[in-house]
């Protein structure tokens, strides 16, 4: 079952003394988070008083945090996003979606999904079974992207496995 929370960053330290949270952000760009009226951390939901962009980082000022020993307390914390507050495009899916997926070429599950590297061109998923895989994300090799039924079908070419294992 998909979890109703999707991870978005880490909290790695304080920002001033009332309170406020400096957060490395997983999005594709920083600026995504600050489309968010709230955000959850160990479940517990916060509503965001202030954010804003700092370098690659995020400053959050969330409801409840007022103090610099609160903000401390919450350091090495994962900061969440419910899956209800995204809209995404056709087409596109959650990468938290995609771990641990089983991937097919024709009948045959050649492992799972255990990483999803995003690089300038597209992204790449390394799928793990008897050998590894590094599979472009692109059409031409992928034929069924199927996150909700739970698989994806591929269409491997020489030199996408490799010998790790």
């Known amino acids: 079952m998909k979890s109703p929370y999707l991870p978005t960053g880490q909290i790695v330290t304080t920002h001033g003394l009332r309170g406020t949270l400096k957060v490395m952000p997983w999005a594709d760009d920083p600026a995504d988070l600050l489309d968010y009226d709230r955000f959850f951390i160990d479940g ?43 809209e995404l495009a056709e087409g596109v899916v959650f990468v ?38 590094m599979i472009p994300a692109v059409k031409e090799f992928i034929e069924t992207l199927n996150p909700e039924d739970g698989f994806i079908r591929v269409r491997l070419i020489e030199g996408m496995e490799s010998d790790a294992h």
């Open 44 to 86: 517990r939901e916060y509503a965001v008083e202030q954010a804003a962009l700092q370098k690659s980082m995020v400053l959050l000022k969330l409801e409840g945090i007022d103090t610099i020993d609160a903000a401390a307390a919450l350091r090495g914390k994962e900061l969440s996003i419910a899956r209800a507050d995204v």
């Open 96 to 133: 938290a979606d995609l771990i641990g997926l089983p991937v097919y070429a024709g009948q045959r599950e050649i492992g799972k999904i255990t990483e999803v590297l995003t690089l300038p061109g597209n992204d790449v998923y390394v799928v793990k079974g008897e050998h590894e895989y």
